[in-house]
C-alpha cells in the first residue's frame, strides 16, 4: 500500500487491509492513500466505528452533565 504524509510517501504492508487501516489512522497525521482501493474501504469502516464510539461517549458525557 502507498499512503501519503505530509507529503512523503510510505510504501509498507500488513497482515491484514483492516489492521494497515486502523494503523494508518493511529499514526496522528493527515493522509492520502494512492492504493489499493480496498484499502480506502477498510479507512471507512475505521473511520466510521471511530465516529460512532466518539457519538456514544458524548452522548454519554451529556446524560451526566
Given at each position: 500500500a ?12 500488513a ?9 494508518i489512522?493511529g499514526?496522528g497525521?493527515d493522509?492520502?492513500i494512492?492504493?489499493?482501493q480496498?484499502?480506502?474501504v477498510?479507512v471507512?469502516?475505521v473511520a466510521?466505528?471511530?465516529s460512532?464510539a466518539?457519538?456514544?461517549?458524548k452522548a454519554?458525557?451529556e446524560?451526566?452533565?
Amino acid at each position: 500500500a502507498c499512503t501519503m504524509i505530509r507529503g512523503a510517501s510510505l510504501m509498507t504492508g500488513a497482515s491484514s487491509l483492516e489492521s494497515l487501516a486502523a494503523w494508518i489512522a493511529g499514526i496522528g497525521v493527515d493522509f492520502h492513500i494512492h492504493g489499493p482501493q480496498e484499502l480506502r474501504v477498510h479507512v471507512e469502516r475505521v473511520a466510521q466505528r471511530l465516529s460512532r464510539a466518539s457519538a456514544a461517549h458524548k452522548a454519554l458525557d451529556e446524560k451526566k452533565g
